[in-house]
């Protein structure tokens, strides 16, 4: 793994907001569905906190998953005149037949795949039905994680810079588990700040305290 060169480095991830097709309640994964409004008023409240409380109001990198919920959530939250690099390794997971279907959905329809996905689910050989197994997802991710750091690493070697990373909940739980060591919830719209000093630590997860303005 490539480890990020200066040890005062500080990488924000953010979660996408509400989209259009609902993906507070959806598997949506690889179906590429824009920010609804609220979504949009999620991403402005992320910028908005980490501007005044965070005192971030300029990325030296701004990283997005390539899906049109994260990009758009990384222009809202970085800043319209962001250079915006999109790492195809952190699209989310690919649900397969669960795609755009909510719990209760897939249950109705697909009851034995989902006995088999609440049994399974976080198994390293599990696979969602003509979709991608958690090992290739993961395995996908780490890729995505090496590449995100070196791209950084060579842009900025200079002190105290920071970058911001709007992705989907599988993408930065697997990023914070394998920097860090923890294991976030991410709701949408949700902010997790890691610190590289010396080694990547969380220096804040699962903020969400900005979403109750929108």
């Known amino acids: 793994m490539v480890k990020a060169a200066n040890p005062r480095r500080r990488l924000i991830l953010v979660r996408h907001g509400e989209t259009e097709g609902q993906s507070s309640i959806r598997y949506h994964g690889r179906t590429d569905v824009p920010l609804s ?4 008023a999620q991403l402005r409240a992320v910028r ?3 501007r005044q409380h965070h005192q971030l ?7 997005s998953s390539p ?5 758009e959530g990384a222009r809202l939250v970085g800043g319209e005149s962001s250079e915006i690099v999109t790492i195809e390794e ?5 649900f397969g037949l669960f795609e755009g279907l909510t719990a209760d959905e897939i249950r109705e329809r697909f009851p034995e795949d989902f006995a088999r996905w609440n049994a399974d689910r976080l198994a390293p050989g599990y696979t969602y039905p003509g979709g991608e197994s958690r090992a290739e997802f993961l395995a996908r991710v780490d890729r995505g994680s090496d590449k995100m750091l070196a791209l950084w690493n060579l842009a900025n070697p200079v002190v105290d810079d920071c970058a911001l990373l709007v992705a989907h909940r599988g993408v930065i739980r697997q990023i ?6 923890a294991s976030p919830i991410v709701e949408l719209g949700s902010i997790q700040i ?3 000093d010396g ?4 220096a804040a997860l699962d903020l969400i305290d900005h979403l109750a303005r929108v």
């Open 199 to 202: 080694s990547w630590r969380p």
């Open 194 to 196: 890691l610190i590289d």
């Open 48 to 50: 908005d906190t980490l």
């Open 37 to 40: 409004e609220l979504g949009r």
């Open 67 to 71: 899906l049109i919920r994260a990009t």
């Open 176 to 181: 914070v588990r394998r920097l860090a060591g």
């Open 90 to 94: 952190f699209a989310e997971v690919h």
């Open 57 to 63: 109001a300029k990325f030296d990198r701004v990283f």
